[in-house]
């Protein structure tokens, strides 16, 4: 099946670079079925947001002894500046750029693992490659920073109690069940649905890391459409942004809980799975963006489980 997957692929790419070359505008096509077209031929295909989201995220070995199975296992792409990827980097592991993704996936024989710093733009890649016939590929938890206490800067730095006595952060659990909207009228030049796929896919790495601060929504929560990607029961734990909708789980039958007409900004507990929502629903149509660092970055002193902690055994790292 991802031979399959890979070969639509390729002849999507193929179709829309003549489809491209031959227009005589450069204005996109707009039928209103695309996003119809779309989500009805991922749900088809077992690429609704839960499968994407089903068994996606890995952690790094907790014993030296298994350094060596586990970078065997696994097509490593490094997502990191190449000098930090040159200062050292998981064994085998092979260095590249969010767009340059699924070209560093190309012939790999084993599962993909997406390392970065945080675990966070790796959630990008990951879509992307599941989205392509990669439908193993998986994210390395916590990026370089859960590999070694060397490299545990980003996350370190980054965890904090910004939303801790924040007026914007709320105690009332306000789910909005019985809100809907209109889907994205989505733009593209292709038609069908997995040419429209592959085209999204490529707009997707091609954009870079959709995220925005902790300070930018809890600033200003009405400037966004908020999704807390939380049970309910962890909302009336430890309350939530204000405005924030809780659509979890989220899926293409309930998609129209989320407003297109507003950035829509994901959050969890560690940026994480916000990332992964973030680049489907980028890919579908909708403005999004993730919260970085998720509710480590807003309420981490209180937060009872999902910490980051700086790894307890350094595992080593190759300058092959």
Not at 15 to 26: A, D, G
Not at 75 to 88: C, P, S, T
Not at 176 to 182: I, R
Not at 267 to 283: D, E, H, K, P, R
């Amino acid at each position: 099946m991802k031979k399959l997957f890979q070969l639509l692929f390729l002849i999507a790419i193929v179709n829309i670079v003549f489809i491209t070359s031959c227009k005589q505008s450069t204005d996109p096509v707009t039928p209103d079925n695309n996003f119809a077209t779309l989500t009805n031929y991922m749900a088809v295909n077992n690429m609704d947001l839960p499968d994407i989201l089903s068994s996606w995220i890995i952690v790094a070995p907790t014993d030296i002894n298994d350094v060596q199975e586990f970078a065997n296992t696994y097509h490593i792409i490094d997502l990191r500046e190449i000098g930090d990827y040159n200062a050292g980097h998981i064994q085998g592991a092979v260095n590249s750029t969010l767009s340059g993704i699924l070209t560093a996936a190309s012939g790999a024989t084993k599962p993909i693992l997406v390392a970065c710093y945080t675990g966070q733009t790796a959630g990008h890649g990951v879509v992307a490659l599941r989205l392509s016939g990669y439908s193993d590929a998986v994210v390395l938890k916590w990026g370089m920073s859960g590999w070694s206490s060397d490299l545990s800067g980003p996350w370190s730095g980054a965890t904090g109690d910004a939303g801790v006595g924040n007026p914007n952060w709320s105690a009332t659990n306000t789910t909005h069940a019985d809100e809907t909207f209109d889907t994205p009228q989505l733009s593209v030049s292709a038609t069908g649905g997995a040419e429209i796929l592959a085209e999204r896919v490529i707009t997707l790495i091609n954009g870079g890391f959709k995220g925005v601060t902790n300070g930018d929504v809890l600033g200003t929560p009405t400037n966004y459409h908020i999704n807390n990607y939380w049970a309910k029961e962890d909302v009336d734990h430890y309350g939530h942004i204000a405005t924030a909708y809780r659509t979890s789980p989220l899926s293409i039958s309930n998609i129209t809980a989320i407003n297109p007409l507003k950035p829509v900004a994901t959050y969890c507990w560690t940026g994480q799975t916000s990332s992964m929502i973030t680049a489907y629903l980028s890919v579908i149509g909708y403005n999004a963006v993730s919260l970085k660092f998720g509710t480590n970055g807003m309420i981490y002193d209180v937060l009872e489980t999902h910490q980051y902690t700086v790894p307890a055994i350094d595992l080593p790292l190759s300058q092959d």
